[in-house]
């Protein structure tokens, strides 16, 4: 069984003030990791994936997050917020391999809020 | 290339009775899942479908069905609802080469009375 555990249910920050949205899961066996996004009443959008190869991965918009297999953390990052970086934020995991491509596990979400 | 679509956005049941949502899959993408998402939570995994054939579960009673057509458009049906089936209905579909990325729907709001 796998499982997602995001530290933060919320995380208030003030516009560009850098920001870190913590992940760490549990997995037996060798995972894809993601975030996804989700604005007010809208589906989810992915921010960016780690597959293999760089643990670094990097979104167009500027956040980016590491794997960190030792410590299995995936936290998410972003030097300087905007205002419309407020959103609900999903750390995801994903069976690297296996037949059951879309079983997604999800965190509980943290909610990212930047004030002016 | 078309998005993924969903529909209703928004639908209001009362207990016992069934309902049928339906999603739209994206150009091209022969796989679809579903999840649940409570309030204030994280999207569960209810199922996937590929090939019009059910290929994963999670841990979801029977009551909650799936079909997905040939033009790979989808439905997840939803029998004797119960008023912790209220929450949001996210389908997401993708294409089953490596790992591909599943690409979310808006989603449908159930609020079952």
């Known amino acids: 069984a796998q499982s997602v555990t995001q530290l933060d249910s919320q995380v208030p920050v003030f516009e560009e003030a850098p920001v870190e949205l913590r992940c760490n899961y549990s997995s037996s066996v060798s995972v894809y990791l993601f975030w996804y996004v989700q604005y007010p009443n809208q589906g989810l959008q992915l921010l960016l994936k780690?597959?293999?190869?760089?643990?670094l991965v990097e979104s167009i918009n500027g956040f980016e997050a590491e794997f960190n297999k030792s410590q299995t953390s995936f936290h998410l990052r972003k030097p300087s917020v905007h205002i419309s970086d407020t959103a609900e934020y999903f750390c995801a995991v994903r069976n690297a391999g296996g037949t059951s491509y879309g079983k997604l596990t999800f965190g509980q979400g943290t909610i990212l809020t930047v004030h002016p | 290339e078309t998005g993924v679509t969903q529909s209703p956005t928004h639908l209001i049941k009362t207990r016992g009775q069934q309902v049928t949502l339906r999603c739209s899959s994206q150009s091209g993408h022969n796989t679809v899942s579903w999840y649940q998402q409570a309030l204030g939570q994280g999207p569960q995994f209810i199922f996937q479908y590929y090939r019009e054939e059910e290929n994963g579960r999670g841990n979801f009673p029977p009551r909650f069905s799936g079909l997905q057509f040939p033009n790979y458009s989808s439905e997840l049906n939803v029998n004797a609802l119960e008023l912790d089936d209220s929450a949001l209905y996210l389908c997401a579909s993708s294409k089953p080469t490596g790992v591909d990325t599943q690409y979310f729907g808006p989603g449908t709001r159930l609020t079952v009375l």
């Open positions: 780690y597959l293999s190869g760089s643990t």
